[in-house]
Nanobody, 125 residues
Framework: VQPLVESGGGSVQAGGSLRLSCAPA?????MAWFREAPGKEREAVAA????????FYTDSVKGRFTISVDNAKSSIALQMNSLRPDDTATYYC?????????????????????WGRGTQVTVSS
């Protein structure tokens, strides 16, 4: 798996939006976004199978975040709307080949073989 590179982080007020990107997006990969806030463990946010339409979300972001594949750019995106201060974290992209994200383990860090260096998202109240 090639090194992953995230982009699109920044600072925004509560209620605002940001769009994160991660490249490259391998074909037939499970790719995911995790986040890590200061003093907290890294947690899964969303995952997508790049060979189909399977997606997964953690409960706290359902209805606010959308993960998608941009085939033209060979990347994945995380559209984040209605951001809240507790969304503040470093967001990491992760990937694993030849896996459709199923099996009930999409949210486990050990499932992913490649990681990006992260991009900071700060939401102020």
């Amino acid at each position: 798996v090639q090194p992953l590179v995230e982009s699109g982080g920044g600072s925004v007020q509560a209620g605002g939006s940001l769009r994160l990107s991660c490249a490259p997006a391998g074909y037939m990969y499970c790719m995911a976004w995790f986040r890590e806030a200061p003093g907290k463990e890294r947690e899964a946010v969303a995952a997508i199978y790049t060979g189909g339409s399977i997606t997964f979300y953690t409960d706290s972001v359902k209805g606010r975040f959308t993960i998608s594949v941009d085939n033209a750019k060979s990347s994945i995106a995380l559209q984040m709307n209605s951001l809240r201060p507790d969304d503040t974290a470093t967001y990491y992209c992760a990937a694993h080949p030849r896996w459709d994200c199923t099996g009930g383990v999409w949210d486990r860090r050990v499932q992913y073989s490649s990681w990006g260096r992260g991009t900071q998202v700060t939401v102020s109240s």
